[in-house]
């Protein structure tokens, strides 16, 4: 197909010279090359070309620029380019015409580049500066590098690369479902004026590289990169692409803001679910789990509806329908998915072929729902007519399959009620034990499968809010979270995947249970903790996976759910563990640098995906913190403990304030801190952008309750993320998509600076584009601008953060002042007349919470709070945030209480009994 396409431009474009030249007469003196102005060529003995590399060495016309170090292989229609970082291993040639198109499929270390000289050239291709792979385009003009780190990728998986070459830009893009996308759009330069020189294709060129100049090859790192690429293809750029638009053209000059960021300017409304969801699409890849919660057996079912045990893998089994029979998914061609009532893990999906709607239900079931019993896969397929085209006829069977497809079991379907039904029932994850069942069978564990779930989630069903969607998907984050959670050994592990992240990232688990606390799952909770106590080591170090986030992490989930449950016996029996995890940090501590950048801080890997020792702020604040809340929490026991590790969590604060302080430098306008204060690695990696890796710590960062939301460090963090490409659409961005669930401790930094439209802006984006629209599996990153989704969905650590934002929208605690903040975050929209939002018995540091506000059809507000009694916050905050944005005139309490009343909220003192609000609003 690209043979063709380049024989038609080819054509096209040498007709386009034979007409210019019957215009101006014979150019003899040209015989390669014809003039077209502007100093633009076109040569007809050079392009188009392609390079496939089916001998053995580059073809013919090929230069071979190789490191001493590196080398070139061609094989098996792969040309492997390998050199140390920073050293040349690539093949060049004459590029012999300007207007032109290099494209090449890439993987790995790979990349095709167009070349005018050695300090003018620009590439296209693909790198890993992290664990994982990325596109990334550059430019060198005049010597001075621009290099841009775009979208993640599959690092090994070969892509279809291009820089498309016209008169007035250059273009970098990507091939997606057979069509060209934009990375990146530059004005052509001065320095690319005239016909390039050089074509090239090979191992990644960095900014800091000099690939092609003269003389021996750059200084030589010690790691070797690899790149392979199976083909090369120089084409002219199609004459309808030399140029570009005016409207184009400005885009390039002046980039469009990014249009859901964009609407927190355009008015002071809230922004809204609806208002959004209509400028990125959906996910392409959605994937929902089913089976018992805390088994080690979940049951996948992917986008082309086929089941799995890992997205990573292939799948176990799929469906063939219809006769003939194809299979049941198709891409390209998205099911309509749902839960059962929106929320419980009984998942039915559907299409309709050839005038026949399919659908599939799948949920999972084991004898009495335990852990250590078979876990089996139930299966339903149904078919319907749909339309009045007498000739449709209802199938006669369903194909189950598996293997490479030869393997498979027809199950008959018979005719029900105007539709044909098949159902069967396999032991999971053994496809050939699949057999036909009764629909008596299948309908009686339905019936139980629904009914245990629904037992399940009855407790944690604390909030009651008029939007379906939100009410269907909290409950939906819990399941996954539970489905998410394996039971190994008899100890609860909640994994942050389900046939991915099969382990435990300890900082993600400690979060885990403080949301199945704050949604009065305490015993679920405990049994988390209790696991983490399991595994805390010898010497009082938690850790799993991450780093020392663990183990500040760990403290202060045991601290929270003391906070949260009021259980003083349970805190005398986990006491031990406290001290021995703090007595950990105290002698680490002892071990640091005692003055200087890093005075106090301990060097340890931070996270999961970096496993070297760094001096990191996110993991030193966590274990500040963690120490500061377990004295807190040991002070109301009179643990003898509370007071030194107060004092200590006092100074470890000091000495990480003193040391971000001493950090901080400017740079363009903006005041930067590094989260990685002596090497200043994640700033570098983003290059110096608020997004990244470095957003995706400095959230967490703020999330930690460390800095205080009017704190100067607090602000230079905002601003960068919010000035710097930190945000796409509200949320964390990271490698040009979004990482949503990172995005907490901005967000409710937000909310603590009473920026409640900003929180509203994330947690519709969650909604919206962090999860399947209809199911609410969430996803860890996606690519926002095309839908492609990473596969690592349902992810616990993101169903974690929703629920936190969720409950915090609604109820809120500030403990640094002694506040609690009820319905600060509430959208204005559910709160018209006539709808309600309630709070029931939602657990909180003071006790258990409960309030109702009514939204009359007059106007008027009702509010019954029931307020915590376990200990009284020294002032309780209700905002109302009218529908109208109309401010409050006057409060009737009963019975009578002191309270304040200004603009939007009421501020009561000392509440300690129930108490019945009439609220009367201004007139706008």
Known sequence: MWAKIAQENFRA???????????????????????????????????????????????????????????IEVKEGWATFVAPAGGRSHIQRPAGADLISISGKLARWASVYIVWDA????????????????FYSIDVVNGKATEVDHRGVDFNTRHAMRIRLGSDHVAFQYELDGKWVDLRTIERPNGFAGAPKLVAAGKYYGADDKPFGKGSPNAIGEEKQSGAIDEVSIEPTPATEWKLTEAQLKAVRQPPDEPVNALLRQGKDDPTFEQIVGYYPPFRSPREIVGVAGH???????????????????????????????????????????????????????????????????????????????????????????????????????????????????????????RAEGFLKLKWPEPASAREIEAAEFDAKFRETANLWQQKLAPATRFDVPDLRVMEAYRAWIVYSMLN?????GQLEPHDGAGFYDSMF????????????????????????????????????????????????????LAKHYELTGDRDWLQRVTPNIVKQCDWILREREAAPKEGLVRGLIKFRPYNDYQGKVYNYLGNAWCAQGMALAALALKEIGAPEAGKLAAEAEHYRKDILDSMQAAAFSRDGLTLLPMEPDTHRLLKLSKYRGGDYWGLIASPLLGTDLLASDDPRTTWIVDLIEQRGGLIAGVSEFQ???????????????????EVRKALLGFWSFMAFGMTRDTYSPVEVSMIKTGENHYTLPHLYSCTEQLRLLRNLLLREESTNNVLWLGQGIPRAWLEPGKHVAVTAAPTLYGDLSYRIDANADGTFRVRLDPPTRRAPAEIKLRLRHSSGRLIASVKATPSIPLEASEETITLKDVRNPVDLLIHFREN
């Open 736 to 754: 040009d998509g979004i990482d949503h669930a990172y995005t907490f401790g901005y967000l409710n930094n937000a909310l603590k600076r009473d």
């Open 13 to 71: 474009s040498r007709t386009l010279v034979r007409k210019l030249a019957g215009r101006v007469g014979p150019l003899l003196a040209l015989p390669c090359c014809l003039w077209l102005g502007v100093g633009l060529t076109v040569a007809v003995a050079e392009v188009p070309f392609q390079e496939s590399f089916a001998g053995t060495g580059p073809g013919e016309g090929w230069e071979q620029v190789i490191a001493p170090e590196g080398t």
């Open 296 to 418: 080690v057996q979940e049951i996948g079912v992917d986008w082309l509806g086929r089941l799995d045990t890992s997205p990573w893998t292939a799948p176990k089994a799929w469906f063939l329908v219809g006769e003939p029979a194809v299979a049941f998914g198709q891409l390209g061609v998205p099911f309509q998915r749902r839960l059962l009532h929106g929320y419980l893990p009984l998942v039915t999906l559907s299409r309709v072929i050839d005038g026949v709607e399919h659908e599939l239900t799948v949920f999972g079931w084991s004898e009495g729902f335990r852990v250590d019993k078979e876990t089996f896969a139930y299966a339903r397929m149904t078919a319907t007519v749909v339309g009045n085209d007498k000739k449709v006829r209802l199938p006669k069977q369903v194909t189950f399959a598996w293997g490479d497809g030869d393997k498979y079991r027809n199950i008959p379907m018979a005719e029900r009620d105007g």
């Open 119 to 134: 300090d003018n050239w620009c590439g296209v291709g693909k790198l890993s500066p992290t664990p994982f792979g990325r």
């Open 485 to 489: 959670a394996d039971t190994i050994n």
């Open 506 to 557: 300890g900082n993600s688990v400690t979060l885990q249970a403080i949301a199945m606390d704050q949604y009065g799952l305490h015993d679920y909770a405990a049994k988390i903790l209790d696991m983490q106590r399991h595994f805390q080591q010898s010497d009082g170090l938690y850790v799993q996976d991450c780093g020392l986030v663990d183990a500040g992490g760990f403290i202060a989930g």
